[in-house]
């Protein structure tokens, strides 16, 4: 069984920034990628940022140039560090482990198997 856990989030005035982190632990053998995901109430949830084992990183069209994913093997823990916060950012963030995936879905949340409970993160203006 895998465990997920993030933590981090919180309440940021615009153009502040926040650093997310995920500690995933378990069975976490055949893990290959990592990724970030938010849900804002009443839409859809999207993929923001994803991390591959080797270190290659995708991310959403919304947040490129702001958030920047990150991983540390040794504590088997991915960080994601939001820049020029949005409230447009305010959302659930989720973290969630996969075991395969092909690059191409790297941002597609039904791709991901191990969810955590996210972590809520509020921008205001």
């Known amino acids: 069984q895998v465990q997920v856990v993030e933590s981090g989030g919180g309440s940021v005035q615009a153009g502040r920034s926040l650093r997310l982190s995920c500690v995933i632990s378990g069975a976490i053998g055949g893990t290959t990628y990592i990724g970030w995901f938010r849900q804002a109430p009443g839409k859809v949830r999207e993929g923001v940022a994803a991390i591959y084992r080797t270190g290659s990183t995708y991310y959403g069209d919304s947040v490129k140039g702001r958030f920047t994913i990150s991983q540390d093997n040794s504590k088997n823990t991915v960080y994601l560090q939001m820049n020029s916060l949005k409230p447009e950012d305010t959302a659930m963030y989720y973290c969630?482990?996969?075991?395969?995936?092909?690059?191409?879905?790297?941002?597609?949340?039904?791709?991901?198997?191990?969810w955590g409970q996210g972590t809520q993160v509020t921008v205001s203006s």
């Open positions: 969630a482990r996969a075991k395969h995936l092909r690059a191409s879905n790297a941002l597609i949340p039904n791709t991901y198997t191990d």
